[in-house]
C-alpha cells in the first residue's frame, strides 16, 4: 500500500526522511507544514495511496521525487538516484531501459471507467468543434443535428492550462485518465495533446466515455491516435474500449465495424434512411482481446447475431482478410452467428456504402420535385 508503481518508496518515506511536521494524519492523508512556505498551518495535503502532495498555500505540488527534489533543490534524477541509495535499491535495477538516462516516469495505473467518463464528459463539455472540422463531418454525411449528438470536439491548443484548472476546479480527478500528466518542473497537471483533429468519445456499453480517440488532421503513419499520456511523467497509457452506438437492450443483432467515427457515422447515416442499426465499432481489428470484451458485453445485452461490416479491401488486403477471419471464427466459437457482409468495393467503408444510398435516395427526391 502506498507505494508507487514504479518506486520502491513510498511518499510517506520520504514525509519522514524530510522530517516534514505531520500535523494530522486520516488515513489516507497526511496534513503537514509545507516546508516550502512560510505555512503556520498544515497546508500541505500528502496523498498516501496516491503519492502526491500539494501545498494549498504556495501550490507546490507533484510525485514522489518532486518532494525530495524540492526539499533539496536537486533535479529528480538525483532525488530517484539518492532515495534508491537510501532504501537500498540498485537503481539501475529499476531502469526499465538501462541504455537511456534515468529520466523516471512512473506510470499511473488506469483509473475507473466511471472516473475516466466524468473527467472526459466535462473537458469535451469544454471544448467546442471548429468549423473546419464540422465542414469536414457534414460532407462525410453526417446532418448538423448528428454532429451536435455526437459531441465531437477540436482539440485544445492555447487554452489548455485555463481547462485543467478548470477541470480540477469542478472536482474531476486527473491522475490515472489518460491524456494528463504531472508537468515535472511546477507539479502541476497538464493536458497532453500531440497532435490537433477532432476529438471522438469512445463510449463503451454503458454509453460512457472511455478513451477518447483523435481524428488527426495531418495524417503520417495512421488517420487515428488515442488521447495518451504515455511516457509523461505521472502519465497513464490509452485504453480504448469497444465502441457501442445505437446498441438498446433487446437488439437481436449488430453490426461489427472498425474505429469510433465510422461506427458512429453509420449508425447516423442508417437512422436517417428510417433503419436505425446499432453499430460497434472496433478501436483496431487486430486488438484481439477488445473483440472478446466486445462478445462478451454482446452477449450480456442478448445480441445473437454479428453482421461483420468490414472495409471491403478485405478483398485485397491479405492482413485485413485475415484479420476478419479470425473476428468470424472468434465470434463463431463464442455461440454467435456470425455474418459477413459485402457489397460494391467502390464504397470502401459500410459508411461510405450508406452515404452513397442517402445521396441516391436526395437526388430522386430532387428530381421528382422537379418534374
Ligand atoms: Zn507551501
Redesign the pocket.
Known sequence: MGMDHNLPFSIGDVVELLGIKVVRNTGTQLHCR?P??D?KKA??NVRVQKNVFR?N??G?GGGILHLYAAAHDISLNMAYEELCRIYKTDSSLQQKTPSTPAIIQPEMPIASSAVRNNTYSNLLSMLSLGANHRESLLLRGLSGEDIVKLGYKTTPAVRAPKIVTQLLERGCELQGVPGFYCDGDSGRWKLDIRGSGIMLPDRNSNGEIEAIQIRLDKVYKSKFNNLTSVDQYYGTSAACCPHFVGVEDGVESVYLTEGVMKADIAYHLSAELGCPRPFVGLTGVGNINQYLRALEELEKLGVRKIMVAFDMDAAVNDNVRKAKDRVIEAGCDAGFDMTPMTWNPQYKGIDDLLFAVKKKRLSILEERNEY
Open positions: 509545507c516550502f512556505c505555512d497546508h500541505l501545498c498555500r504556495c507546490k
